[in-house]
């Protein structure tokens, strides 16, 4: 069934099709000048509607300033090459919108947004998880995820590159790398510093300034790594909270996909505009009376005062000796904002979950990536994972620089969603991430969150399904961006969001990059 489109996206549905595969911007002005008043860098949602309602500001205007920026940074100057390929009829949708505008419309009406590559996007641009095997591939029609953005009045500006298949090809392979988009660099310290992935673009071009806020995926760290990389505020959701559908898949287990934005309020926007039950997508069934369509009315300054927040200390071992002074340090003033920080806490599933080796991503996405390529076009070459494989070694010289030992590992599974070791592997790690681990230590100390540094507790919250919010703690000394998480149990957002947001203006830690 087609998705039924606005006046907008018919805009776009109704052009032909372009081929060109690498960045081209000749048709923008690459010398945009922000209006008397307005500053685009670190500018929020809300002081963009508001320069827009005052009539100082476009939303052709603003779009044309983003693009200003990529040209200027994205392939030249400081190259960090976090966009793919941007959205050549972006100003054109800016356009219609502006002489759409009428009154009081929503938050997001306007605002451009960059969408990670395995977002599917049914206008000018590709979904290809950064692998050439899909260079030719265009979505016939949008993602979930991309339909509640247009019917929001978002801008897509352009694709993200990131880590190829979502980092799901290879082992030892850096993230933000892919076969299509080329290497994904740190703002904060360019080829200095890691990126973290796989959501790499994403997060590398929101802290640059390449559009107002960004949609990432997560399977297990990858909008938490690259948020706490680029000095972000990122939000993992419960899985069920955003619908997969039209999402190149890793595990229907563990995906999700989820705001990146510079800061809590912008990403509480952002979340709000993505929730909904999708019946292309089962799990969101679950998120009916538990999803909320306006998330910033949990912001809130004194969310810290009397809120019970644990620490695992075991989980701290892995920081670095600078770093952990500096989440230390936050921990003081989480404290001095009212906390009550209790640092004494156990998970107690910890190390038998480290040491379980479970096949559920390698098993899933054998059977979620086939159901996904089968319904490509002929102009794709590829329809199965097999058919990746064979490709990629046709192809080795461009497609295999880091190899695909996960590929070919997932292959190897049988792809029986009843197959006796995979429902007994999914069973433990459940029991391991909730039952004995989030959910155990939670009730035991009556905790409203869990707190990690950087995205040490990443894991269990991905296998458990449960939602993280990450926020900038500061940087070392060589400029690395350090990161706070906080973890909850499902459908936990609003108080995440609430002590996040409390934290965020306590500290205002985040500062710009320096692009020169």
Known sequence: MKTKMSKVTKVLSTTALISTLTLSLSSFDASAKAPKGFELEEATIQEMQKAMQSGKLTSEELTEMYLDRIEKYNKKGTAI???????PEALEIAEELDEERKGKVGPLYGIPVLVKDNIDTADKMHTSAGSIALKDNYAEEDSFVAKKLREAGAIIVGKANMTEWANYMTTGMPGGYSSRGGQVLNPYGPGIHGTGGSSAGTGSGIAANFAAVGIGTETSGSILSPAVNNSLVGIKPTVGLISRSGIIPISHSQDIAGPMT?????????????????EKDPVTKESKGKAYKDYTKFLDKKGLKGAKIGIDKNYLASVPKEELEIINQEIKEMKKQGAIIIDTVEIPSRVELSKFSSIVMSHDFKGDLNAYLGNLSDDVPVHSLSELIEFNKANESTALKYGQTRLEEAEARTGDLND??????????????????????????????????????????????????????????????VGVTFTGMAYSEPELIKLAYSYEQATENRKAPILK
Do not use: C, Q
């Open 81 to 87: 090459n976090a966009v793919l390929e941007v959205n």
């Open 420 to 481: 006796p070791t995979y429902l007994e592997h999914r069973a433990k790690d459940l029991r391991l991430s909730r039952t004995e681990g989030i959910d155990a230590v939670m009730k035991t100390h009556d905790l409203d969150a869990l707190l990690f540094a950087n995205t040490t507790g990443a894991g269990i919250a991905a296998k458990a399904g449960y939602p993280s919010v990450t926020v900038p703690a500061g940087y070392t000394a060589a400029n690395k961006p």
């Open 262 to 278: 510079r800061t809590v309020t912008d990403s509480a926007i952002l979340l709000g505009a993505l929730t909904g039950v999708d």
